[in-house]
């Protein structure tokens, strides 16, 4: 069955970055894009950007541009999520999910809790 | 950039009521529009893709319709287990913007 298993939650302070992974199993990595939505206490969901495993295209929201950097590493069907500069509004739930037959996030991870906390 | 819109941005209804939410896009987003469903402490889940197609497993009372700019999600029998929040994500192309959610409250 297909499963997006995420890293565990992560504490950090501002001004540093962090690094979240989200591995693959159950289908081929290379086939779906990947993407990353967040999630902050009381708010909705933020759709962050994409990536395609394969040719490792990425497109971002433009609130994160030149913050956000999404990766992977096929040889472990593992994808990664660093945001930088971090600041206290980035604390959040962080979720990778994959792009269905039509683009829809048909699969979730876990989600991983990212606070940033002086 | 498309922005997306929700009403309303909560309700409360009865067990076994009928419940629609809308969602609208500020531009035209064909059928590219899903539904997902938010419960505290859980992983959001998809419901409604292609703006009708009801995901695998999902239960028959929840139906989407719309194509456009305008789109609906419906509960044609409230149940406990519905509370919720709501969103909608157009994905016609990047970004996927979600809209703003509808909070489902069960009298």
């Known amino acids: 069955q297909v499963q997006l298993v995420q890293s565990g939650a992560e504490v950090k302070k501002p001004g540093a970055s962090v690094k979240v992974s989200c591995k693959a199993s159950?289908?081929?990595?290379?086939?779906?894009?990947i993407n990353w939505v967040r999630q902050a206490t009381g708010q909705g969901l933020e759709w962050m950007g994409w990536?395609?495993?394969?040719?490792?295209?990425?497109g971002y929201a433009q609130k994160f541009q030149g913050r956000v950097t999404m990766t992977r590493n096929t040889s472990i069907s593992t994808a990664y999520m660093e945001l930088s500069s971090l600041r206290s509004e980035d604390t959040a739930v962080y979720y990778c999910?994959?792009?269905?037959?039509?683009?829809?996030?048909?699969?979730w991870g876990q989600g991983t809790l990212v606070t940033v906390s002086s | 950039d498309i922005q997306m819109t929700q009403s309303p941005s909560s309700l409360s209804a009865s067990v076994g009521d009928r419940v629609t939410i809308t969602c609208r896009s500020s531009q035209g987003i064909s059928n590219y529009l899903a539904w997902y469903q938010l419960k505290p402490g859980q992983v959001p889940k998809l419901l409604i893709y292609a703006a009708s197609t009801l995901q695998s497993g999902v239960p028959s009372r929840f139906s989407g319709s719309g194509s456009g700019t305008d789109f609906t999600l419906t509960i044609s029998s409230l149940q406990p287990e519905d509370v919720a929040t709501y969103y909608c994500q157009k994905y016609y192309s990047a970004p996927f913007t979600f809209g703003p959610g509808t909070k489902v409250d069960v009298k």
């Open positions: 999910a994959r792009s269905g037959g039509e683009w829809e996030l048909d699969y």
């Open positions: 990536m395609n495993p394969n040719s490792g295209n990425t």
């Open positions: 159950g289908y081929t990595f290379t086939s779906y894009d």
